[in-house]
């Protein structure tokens, strides 16, 4: 058993993931409290710290470069500082920033968390503040990501679809791309994030379970609700390998072949934030997958690499050394 868990995690290295989605800059500006306002009922935080992290799709990009893979990065940023931070970021983490594109009419997205230190292990989030469009990508956008992705197409092992609401993934560009990995014989996965519609006829999605609930438009509570629910995902949206449902600290149901298997997840006791643990899964799979494991054994192994993220604030990206010890302790 030994062996064959370092064969498993060894073989998530060496494969090159195209990661195509919304990229943001998460930014945390964390401060201490001294006071209350006398202009309203609100805390006067005194400035400690800023610190910015790559978030949204970048995220499983920052995963699988964690891993030992090779991550190119698609997405849009605007002309602006904040665009240029992010690319910096990207390029200072591994991750290949080529295919980011700049785009003048937009700004790029960004998301500052205002954090006050509390003297608890990790500081409380006071409020969130987001800057950025909805607004889908122009067709001459959408050509340009199309091109990329067709001079890179034949040096890579998968596509992954990072959905993060952001205008990029329109179904018009995620059905050329869906179509450029099928005659490559590419493997094409996605985290959906409750746009299914746009997502049909992929090898693989992931979806959490309250998006499996409101799309179905049902309760999902039992084991056997959860696969009736990735059975039915898989077959309306026609997905050639595997839908996936994370369910937390239940584990995850996939389906497959018509035939769906509850993978448990690992018992994490000091959960902290659930932040990226869903882009740490669909990252994990995607490799996973490209290495030969079947997408049971897939599920259960990004399980595992979500249980260690959880642990953490905001954005983590497991390294090979944590997976592993994961999962022997969970032997």
Same mark, same amino acid.
């Given at each position: ?5 370092? @064969? ?60 030992? @893979?090779?991550? +190119? ?18 390029? !200072?983490?591994?991750? !290949?920033?080529?295919?980011? /594109? ?6 790029? #997205? %960004?998301?500052? &968390? /205002? *954090? ?28 340009? +990501? ?24 329109? $179904?018009? *560009? ?5 179509? *450029?990995?099928? &005659?490559?014989? %590419? ?11 746009? =997502?049909? &006829? ?38 050639? &390998? ?10 995850? #149901? ?12 690992? @018992?994490?006791?000091?959960? =902290? ?9 669909? $990252?994990? #799979? ?7 494991? @079947? ?31 994961? /999962?022997?302790?969970?032997?």
């Amino acid at each position: 058993m030994p062996d064959q868990i370092m @064969s498993r995690v060894a073989g998530l290295a060496g494969k090159t993931v195209l990661v195509i989605g919304d990229v943001m800059l998460d930014e945390y500006i964390t401060g201490k409290p001294t006071r209350m306002s006398r202009e309203a009922p609100v805390p006067v935080l005194e400035l400690e710290s800023k610190r910015y992290i790559a978030g949204g799709s970048a995220n499983p990009a920052a995963n699988i470069v964690s891993f030992g @893979s090779r991550a +190119i990065q698609v997405g849009v940023i605007g002309e602006d500082d904040a665009g240029t931070r992010l690319a910096n970021i990207l390029e !200072d983490q591994g991750i !290949d920033a080529s295919g980011l /594109i700049r785009c003048a009419d937009r700004p790029t #997205t %960004v998301k500052t &968390r /205002i *954090l006050a230190q509390m003297g608890l292990r990790f500081p409380q989030q006071v409020t969130r503040i987001d800057t950025l469009t909805r607004r889908a990508i122009d067709e001459a956008t959408e050509a340009q +990501i199309v091109a990329f992705a067709e001079r890179r197409i034949e040096k890579v092992d998968a596509v992954l679809l990072s959905h993060y609401h952001g205008g990029l993934l329109t $179904a018009a *560009l995620v059905k050329e791309i869906r179509e *450029l990995c099928q &005659r490559s014989g %590419v493997l094409i996965t996605a985290d959906v994030q409750g746009k299914f519609g746009a =997502f049909g &006829r992929l090898d693989v999605i992931k979806c959490n379970a309250d998006d499996a609930q409101r799309y179905l438009n049902r309760e999902l509570t039992t084991d056997e609700d959860f696969s009736c629910a990735a059975q039915e995902l898989a077959s309306s949206l026609r997905i050639e &390998r595997a839908a996936i449902i994370t369910r937390g600290g239940r584990g995850a #149901t996939v389906a497959c072949d018509g035939v769906s298997r509850h993978c448990r997840a690992p @018992s994490v006791s000091d959960v =902290f934030d659930t932040v990226g643990a869903g882009d740490t899964a669909i $990252a994990t #799979t995607t490799l996973a997958l490209t290495g030969g494991l @079947s997408a049971a054994d897939a599920v259960a192994l990004a399980n595992h690499a979500s249980g260690i993220v959880v642990r953490h604030l905001g954005n983590y990206a497991p390294t090979p050394a944590e997976l592993t010890r994961s /999962i022997r302790a969970a032997l």
